[in-house]
């Protein structure tokens, strides 16, 4: 990840003893590359020099500093944690410098967070996006770690324990009214076992900030692990500008800054009061009337059944049939009949067929009361367990996000499930990006690219649960009337294969074209071939060309002739006439396009940065190495004997050709970072 808004809206990690004050818990790297021994390093070396003595000299532990001049700046921050004193704060610092020159060699941006302080340095001054203007609370995106176990009291009264400790914390880190405005707070909670908890923000800050950047963790935290089990018994959530803490032994120095009580316990149940105890007179009476009223229960229950086997015999047996996930409750999403689709889709007639994918065929559907909705007819059967099907729709189902198609339920019916989903009029993305008489204009190419990262984005770091889509193409993007894309079909490979939580599959789900390498020829997954994916769509749309379209194997793909004219100097004559602001933001779209679709994923960047990259023009970006290529069956007779290797795609099979290589010169058109 990299910095500012996204690079340094990053990572937490958790312990469950507490940790000293040099434990680096996450360094993250932007991959924006500076020369050796240039001048940006002599820059970041005199921030190294100086930044340790003035943060452990600073009232508050902070410190920010510049050194040089654009595009050799080197900018920084450090943030010691409010109850280190001066030696560990300067310590910290400095081994942070060290460990994220040793992590990122040569990288320009790296955020270290450690137990004890957090340093961020950067090329680009990351701290301008402290302004009002710039601000936005709702793109911080930490990725959240948990240690988890058990408690003696119920999980509802230990999640309102630290709800109430995280809102004491909160409101005390940001009351800090002194000249330093040392947003810091420590708490403890008397409770079983004993709740701690810290919550800090950068001085930059404003109180509104401060409050924005916890409330953002906070949410966060809730979201994925108050209402989840088994319970997080320590968590602890970084951001540069902000953190926030609990667990259950201590992890700061000194008394807590606050002395919290336990919220109340849950009512206890109701409890049945004993029989006091009777004469011998009366336990003879009331034996012989429990012994009268259990022979008349047991008579009038026999007739009962009786009666009742009768007169539901039919209705039994038309229901033995029946999908057992009809006996589930409804829980948060619709359970939906198969009679009521059949109807709203006109038995699945073709004028209603939407379109077909890899993983089933979608209708278009109008419920009686009016409603549009579409429902996809899943291919084969999942492989799940009832139960654990009706979860994972459940889970789907609660997932929302504006760059995401709403999920609204789902029918079981035999060996077969369909999903229903809202309605998206405008239908998907290839039907405009590929039509020359449904033309887009540039902002909304880019107001898409944008959309889908965004998307991506919420699915992989956001979410209740990380969803790799796998499948995320032209056709799979949807827009509504406002041109706003939606992304369809996520979690479909989550739902439909078993295992889906390993880092590898024996079942590949995707499109060709779209599906990076290392995945398409070994099964193995990671959010890095959601990148590779959103890559090619990303130059798709700026080139208005599609990378699977052509079936003539002599034709090189999208992805070869965007590189060739790339290395030529002369990708303008893919753009469709646009200049001035536009054509910069394309140029940066192909850029930004490029990188996503590397061969090795560990040089594509993570989508939080490629948001980030989209949305900052000001940040330089590193270099495009050369690409996966996909060609046809032939492949270009330039070689070289570098030992490179580079992927061929020829429409039905993968083949990794040794030795490949194009024309190694660099790009001389630039264009206004």
């Known amino acids: 990840m990299i910095a500012a808004r996204y690079a340094t809206a990053v990572v937490l990690a958790l312990v469950l003893l507490p940790l000293p004050a040099a434990v680096t818990l996450k360094i993250s790297c932007d991959g924006s590359v500076y020369t050796a021994n240039g001048t940006f390093q002599a820059n970041l070396d005199l921030l190294a020099a100086a930044l340790p003595a003035n943060a452990s000299a600073s009232p508050s532990g902070f ?19 409010g109850d280190t004193n001066a030696s560990a704060c300067a310590a910290c610092v400095a081994a942070a410098f060290q460990d994220a020159q040793q992590a990122c060699p040569q990288d320009k941006g790296v955020a270290v967070y450690s137990d004890a302080c957090v340093l961020r340095f950067a090329g680009i001054r990351f701290l301008d996006f402290l302004q009002g203007d710039q601000w936005l609370v709702s793109e911080l995106v930490p990725v959240v770690d948990t240690a988890t176990g058990s408690v003696n009291a119920s999980d509802a009264w230990f999640r309102a324990a630290v709800t109430a400790i995280f809102t004491a914390l909160v409101d005390r880190a940001v009351a800090a009214t002194n000249e330093t405005r040392k947003y810091f707070a420590t708490g403890e909670m008397d409770f079983d076992p004993k709740l701690y908890g810290l919550a800090q923000c950068a001085p930059d800050l404003t109180p509104a900030q401060c409050q924005g950047c916890l409330g953002q963790l906070f949410r ?109 409750g409804r829980a948060h999403c619709a359970i939906f009949d198969l009679p ?62 504006k760059n995401l198609v709403r999920l609204q339920g789902f029918c079981p019916h035999q060996n077969d499930t369909l999903l229903v989903y809202e309605y998206i009029k405008n239908g998907s993305l290839d039907n405009f990006l590929f039509d ?28 209740s649960m990380r969803i790799i889509h796998r499948d995320l193409k032209a056709n799979n993007i949807l827009l509504d009337d406002d041109m706003e894309p939606k992304i369809a079909d996520f979690g479909l490979a989550r739902l439909l294969e078993e295992g889906h939580t390993q880092s590898r599959t024996a079942r590949v789900v995707g499109t060709l074209g779209y599906m990076a390498p290392e995945y398409a020829m070994h099964g193995n997954v990671s959010p890095k071939i959601d990148v590779f994916s959103f890559g090619v769509l990303a130059l798709e749309i700026v080139t208005r060309r599609s990378n699977c379209s052509s079936n003539d194997h002599s034709t090189v793909n999208l992805l070869s002739d965007v590189w060739d004219h790339w290395t030529k100097g002369t990708i303008s ?38 948001v980030f990259m989209l949305t900052r023009d000001s940040m330089e970006l590193r270099p495009p190495s050369q690409p996966a290529f996909f060609f046809g069956r032939e492949p270009p007779p330039a070689s070289r004997s570098n030992g490179q ?10 083949v990794l050709q040794q030795s490949f290589s194009v024309n190694g010169i660099t790009l001389t058109e630039p264009y206004p970072r």
């Open 220 to 328: 966060v935290t809730e979201l994925r692990y108050l209402s989840a089990r088994p319970l997080s018994l320590w968590t602890s959530a970084f951001v540069v500008w902000c953190s926030l803490r609990y667990g259950v032994s201590p992890f700061y120095e000194g008394r807590a800054m606050l002395q919290l009580a336990a919220p109340p316990a849950p009512s206890p149940e109701a409890t049945i009061t004993p029989p006091i105890p009777e004469s011998g007179a009366g336990r003879k009476r009331t034996a012989a009337g429990i012994f009268a009223g259990v022979a008349c229960s047991v008579v009038l229950m026999f007739l009962l059944s009786v009666c009742l086997c009768f007169r539901f015999r039919r209705r039994i047996k038309a229901t033995e049939n029946d999908h057992s996930l009809e006996k589930i």
């Open 436 to 463: 020359d008489s449904r033309g887009l204009n540039w902002e909304q190419q880019y107001n898409i690219i944008l959309g889908i990262a965004k998307g991506i984005l919420y699915l992989h770091e956001d979410s």
């Open 63 to 81: 410190v920010t500093a510049s050194v040089g001049a654009a595009p050799d700046q080197a900018n920084a921050l450090a943030l010691c944690r």
């Open 340 to 401: 009521t689709l059949q109807q709203a889709t006109e038995h699945f007639s073709e004028r209603n067929k939407l379109g077909e994918g890899g993983f089933g065929t979608v209708y278009k559907g109008i419920l009686s009361d009016g409603q549009v909705i579409a429902v996809k007819t899943l291919l084969g059967t999942t492989g799940h367990g009832l139960q654990q099907l009706h979860n994972e729709v459940v889970l789907l189902a609660e997932l929302q996000h």
């Open 645 to 654: 290797s580079s992927y061929l795609y020829d429409q039905s099979d993968f």
């Open 573 to 610: 004559q893919m753009l469709h006439r646009l200049d001035g602001y536009a054509r910069n933001q394309a140029l940066r779209c192909i850029h930004i396009g490029l990188l996503c679709v590397q061969q090795d994923p560990g040089h594509r960047p993570d989508i939080s940065a490629v």
